[in-house]
């Protein structure tokens, strides 16, 4: 006799027709990818009108200390790398789906419904009103914030130096000077004076120190550029 090899999915068809039939399996099925569309549709909603909550109902048991950051941890780094901490109906990029779901796991693991999403980024990312890689946070109170998720590239490993003269008065001081002292250097003095010497060098410094701090403040005014430590949370351009 030639036994029957045995069929898995047949088995496991037959096990599932004992507990369910399938108009209730699609059914149970519809009703769960109803709740999860529904709230995915409700976290978008809330990243694209987020308001400034000041707080989430968190268990507090249920956090990863590594995920939370106080507003000075933030305000640090905003200045270093001229970057912005606003609200997320400012970000003008897309959320990617492990961005929406990390929202889903929280609000799940925590039985809440998530307020008060706020993001960092460079300017570029946002729709800021006039006058390279987002952080997704949501308040837990006191000044205290929960890193959910982070997508995009990293920062250009010189940003930070890069942003220095941006940082405060006295970095884009020390600027203008280093910059004009170069461009002193590269001018011969014979075209002004027959002989050289260490006055006429410095009173050209003065002249070309005079000439680069316009031409940096001109441009600062005319596209409403600040220092870092003005702009890392305001939601207008030319703050």
């Given amino acids: 006799m030639i036994l029957k090899k045995t069929n898995v999915e047949e088995k496991l068809r037959g096990y599932r027709k004992k507990d369910l039939n399938d108009s209730n399996i699609l059914q149970q099925v519809k009703t769960i990818l109803g709740s999860h569309t529904h709230q995915e549709h409700q976290i978008q909603q809330e990243l694209k009108t987020s308001e400034n909550a000041s707080y989430n109902s968190f268990n507090i048991d249920l956090l990863e200390t ?85 997508w995009g590239n990293d920062l250009h490993p010189l940003r930070k130096y890069l942003m220095l003269p941006f940082k405060n008065f006295l970095n884009l001081t020390l600027l203008i000077l280093i910059i004009s002292y170069f461009l002193t250097e590269l001018i011969p003095m014979q075209l002004f004076s027959k002989t050289s010497n260490p006055s006429m060098f410095w009173l050209l410094f003065i002249f070309m120190f005079k000439m680069v701090g316009s031409i940096v403040l001109f441009y ?20």
Avoid: M
């Fill in 66 to 150: 590594d995920r939370i950051y106080h507003i000075d941890h933030i305000k640090k780094i905003c200045i270093d790398y001229r970057l912005r901490f606003l609200d997320t109906r400012y970000f003008k990029g897309k959320f990617p789906q492990k961005a929406l779901s990390q929202i889903k796991i929280l609000e799940n693991t925590h039985n809440i419904q998530l307020k008060g999403f706020k993001i960092i980024a460079p300017s570029k990312l946002f729709k800021l009103e006039n006058a390279d890689d987002p952080l997704l946070f949501a308040p837990i109170g006191n000044d205290y914030y929960y890193l959910i998720h982070k």
């Fill in 220 to 239: 600062g005014v005319a596209h409403g550029k600040n220092f870092n430590y003005a702009i890392w949370n305001s939601k207008y351009f030319n703050a």
